[in-house]
């Protein structure tokens, strides 16, 4: 089949495949501990079989969330390096919430928004997973003292929170910036959204099909 | 007791029956009258069908060494020297049933805690999810998980004989009678009795440890050094929930899921007020921005442009 010669490709198959499982593996590990995070909540430990299967299950989804996690982190690190350009971007944010985008200094693969999610998402995960550990009964727990584990779990639900809360604007984000969404499902973004929304990598991607 | 008398429940957050009254009962336990021999164990394991498996001696009379999903009292021995005097303090351990229990606030499993208007706080195995969160809620280092089913266990004080007029196990059986029973008015009361006689044979910091750290006990203690209860395997001075218990299960939680939800609704009206980014839009207004700018700056001198 010819490409399409409006769309240019932002993921390959291992890269959205990566993404979908650790967002898959998010919504589990989020439902599970959102189900023990408050009482109003529990309820949804009936999607997990009740609250002693969502007990055991939560960590294990976890666990598998940040591998997945760490790989797909570890693909796009380089991607998310904040610039210069990227604190001007951040100061103009109140014309990026207004959809006023025509003033904003050029953006490269990633926004500065994007960038700094990442890294935040970064940090989350490290603190769950090792919080994780310091209370995961009934295997890890007792290696910890008990002044550590009050902590570890006061810790735990603070970053959950963030997390969540990140993840949200995230979802939104990539409904809100239309063909964002299609980018992460097909792999594939139209010329245009990569040219107004992502000009200096556009440049760089037309550049490459220039050069072969 | 029946649901009648549950005057608190974890992960509950409406309020609980309080059509009917009891009155607090509690267990007073006289260490100074207290002489070591262990039936009170002997006891909880009878009445409960309880069968620790054989340990090791650790050196010390402390037998089970610690507490466990199957001992739900312990003896704990302390050598100390005070006024110039060889002392062998003997503290029975177990649940304290406090007024405000850690663990009954930890919970995340609406009704695997249970606290009754008699101040008995209880265990219901079958809600029980095994995450711990007791352990981490309990100031006195109380609760054990089960190795085989994960699940929570702690002394009852025997809630099934209370209900039906009978004393716990270990008060029944205590053959100095360094345990009792009754309500905690009357406990208070008989201590009282004994803080003086132990005052008048020379123990002058003799008192009653009712930690109101914790809202108060209702297993009580009557200490030969109420001043010191760390003399006793570490007794803890001023009991009270940690700080950092308090606030994961405090106003946190609520606040945190109306954060969330405050995000998600502001997401869906920022797209109602302000819609979403379409680069074709975008795009073309760009371009005849760009055209108008440039078909002006041909056509006449930008000073002149109105």
Same mark, same amino acid.
């Given at each position: 089949?010819?490409?399409?010669?409006?769309?240019?490709?932002? %993921?390959?198959?291992?890269?959205?495949?990566?993404?979908? *499982?650790?967002?898959?593996?998010?919504?589990?590990?989020?439902?599970?501990?959102?189900?023990?995070?408050?009482?109003?909540?529990?309820?949804?430990?009936?999607?997990?079989?009740?609250?002693?299967?969502?007990?055991?299950?939560?960590?294990?989804?976890?666990?598998?969330?940040?591998?997945?996690?760490?790989?797909?982190?570890?693909?796009?690190?380089?991607?998310?390096?904040?610039?210069?350009?990227?604190?001007?971007?951040?100061?103009?944010?109140?014309?990026?919430?207004?959809?006023?985008?025509?003033?904003?200094?050029?953006?490269?693969?990633?926004?500065?928004?994007?960038?700094?999610?990442?890294?935040?998402?970064?940090?989350? *995960?490290?603190?769950?997973?090792?919080?994780? #550990? *310091?209370?995961?009964?009934?295997? #890890? !727990?007792? %290696?910890?003292?008990?002044?550590?584990?009050?902590?570890?779990?006061?810790?735990? !639900?603070?970053?959950?929170?963030?997390?969540?809360?990140?993840?949200?604007?995230?979802?939104?984000?990539?409904?809100?910036?239309?063909?964002? *969404?299609?980018?992460?499902?097909?792999?594939?973004?139209?010329?245009?959204?990569?040219?107004?929304?992502?000009?200096?990598?556009?440049?760089?991607?037309?550049?490459?099909?220039?050069?072969? | 007791?029946?649901?009648?008398?549950?005057?608190?429940?974890?992960?509950?957050?409406?309020?609980?029956?309080?059509?009917?009254?009891?009155?607090?009962? $509690?267990?007073?336990?006289?260490?100074?009258?207290?002489?070591?021999?262990? $039936?009170?164990? @002997?006891?909880?394991?009878?009445?409960?069908?309880?069968?620790?498996?054989?340990?090791?001696?650790?050196? +010390?009379?402390?037998?089970?060494?610690?507490?466990?999903?199957?001992?739900?009292?312990?003896?704990?021995?302390?050598?100390?020297?005070?006024?110039?005097?060889?002392?062998?303090?003997?503290?029975?351990?177990?649940?304290?049933?406090?007024?405000?229990?850690?663990?009954?606030?930890?919970?995340?499993?609406?009704?695997?805690?249970?606290?009754?208007?008699?101040?008995?706080?209880?265990?219901?195995?079958?809600?029980?999810?095994?995450?711990?969160?007791?352990?981490?809620?309990?100031?006195?280092?109380?609760?054990?998980?089960?190795?085989?089913?994960?699940?929570?266990?702690?002394?009852?004080?025997?809630?099934?004989?209370?209900?039906?007029?009978?004393?716990? $196990?270990?008060?029944?059986?205590?053959?100095?009678?360094?345990?009792?029973?009754?309500?905690?008015? /009357?406990?208070?009361?008989?201590?009282?009795?004994?803080? @003086?006689?132990?005052?008048?044979?020379?123990?002058?910091?003799?008192?009653?440890?009712?930690?109101?750290?914790?809202?108060?006990?209702?297993?009580?203690? @009557?200490?030969?050094? /109420?001043?010191?209860?760390?003399?006793?395997?570490?007794?803890?001075?001023?009991?009270?929930?940690?700080?950092?218990?308090?606030?994961?299960?405090?106003?946190?939680?609520?606040?945190?899921? $109306?954060?969330?939800?405050?995000?998600?609704?502001?997401?869906?009206?920022?797209?109602?007020?302000?819609?979403?980014? +379409?680069?074709?839009?975008?795009?073309?207004?760009?371009?005849?921005?760009?055209?108008?700018?440039?078909?002006?700056?041909?056509?006449?001198?930008?000073?002149?442009?109105?």
């Amino acid at each position: 089949m010819e490409p399409n010669p409006n769309l240019i490709q932002r %993921y390959t198959p291992s890269e959205r495949s990566n993404h979908w *499982m650790v967002a898959i593996l998010f919504f589990l590990a989020a439902f599970s501990g959102l189900a023990l995070f408050h009482p109003a909540l529990f309820w949804l430990t009936n999607l997990f079989g009740g609250g002693a299967w969502t007990r055991i299950l939560h960590p294990f989804l976890g666990v598998a969330m940040f591998l997945f996690f760490l790989i797909l982190a570890l693909r796009f690190m380089h991607h998310n390096i904040l610039k210069s350009q990227d604190r001007q971007w951040l100061k103009q944010i109140k014309q990026v919430i207004a959809n006023e985008d025509e003033h904003l200094p050029p953006v490269g693969r990633y926004n500065a928004g994007q960038k700094l999610l990442f890294w935040v998402m970064v940090l989350c *995960m490290l603190i769950l997973v090792v919080t994780g #550990f *310091m209370f995961w009964q009934p295997w #890890f !727990a007792h %290696y910890f003292p008990i002044g550590l584990s009050r902590l570890a779990v006061l810790l735990h !639900a603070f970053s959950a929170w963030v997390l969540i809360a990140g993840i949200l604007v995230h979802i939104y984000a990539a409904f809100w910036v239309k063909g964002t *969404m299609q980018g992460m499902l097909t792999g594939f973004v139209t010329r245009i959204w990569a040219k107004v929304h992502h000009p200096l990598w556009y440049k760089e991607v037309s550049d490459n099909e220039k050069q072969s | 007791m029946s649901s009648l008398d549950i005057q608190r429940r974890s992960a509950t957050t409406t309020e609980p029956p309080q059509a009917r009254h009891s009155v607090e009962v $509690a267990k007073l336990i006289d260490v100074s009258t207290c002489i070591g021999c262990k $039936a009170c164990q @002997v006891a909880c394991m009878e009445w409960n069908d309880l069968r620790d498996k054989v340990g090791h001696n650790i050196g +010390v009379y402390d037998n089970p060494a610690d507490l466990t999903d199957q001992s739900w009292t312990v003896m704990r021995y302390t050598e100390t020297e005070q006024n110039g005097k060889l002392e062998w303090l003997i503290r029975k351990d177990g649940c304290m049933h406090c007024a405000d229990p850690g663990c009954l606030k930890a919970c995340p499993s609406p009704g695997a805690i249970i606290q009754y208007t008699n101040g008995i706080v209880d265990f219901q195995q079958e809600h029980c999810i095994g995450c711990g969160y007791c352990i981490q809620g309990c100031p006195f280092n109380i609760p054990r998980l089960s190795k085989k089913d994960n699940k929570a266990y702690k002394c009852t004080l025997c809630s099934d004989r209370v209900t039906v007029g009978q004393a716990p $196990a270990c008060v029944k059986t205590c053959p100095t009678g360094a345990i009792h029973f009754g309500t905690k008015e /009357a406990m208070k009361d008989y201590a009282e009795t004994r803080i @003086v006689d132990l005052k008048s044979r020379g123990y002058e910091k003799a008192g009653l440890y009712d930690p109101q750290g914790v809202g108060g006990t209702h297993v009580m203690y @009557v200490l030969q050094h /109420a001043d010191q209860p760390q003399l006793y395997s570490k007794l803890p001075d001023n009991p009270h929930i940690s700080a950092s218990v308090q606030l994961w299960k405090g106003w946190t939680k609520p606040l945190g899921l $109306a954060g969330l939800g405050l995000i998600a609704l502001g997401s869906f009206f920022h797209f109602v007020r302000r819609g979403r980014k +379409v680069a074709e839009d975008e795009y073309a207004a760009r371009e005849k921005s760009l055209a108008t700018v440039q078909t002006s700056q041909s056509d006449q001198p930008p000073a002149e442009r109105v």
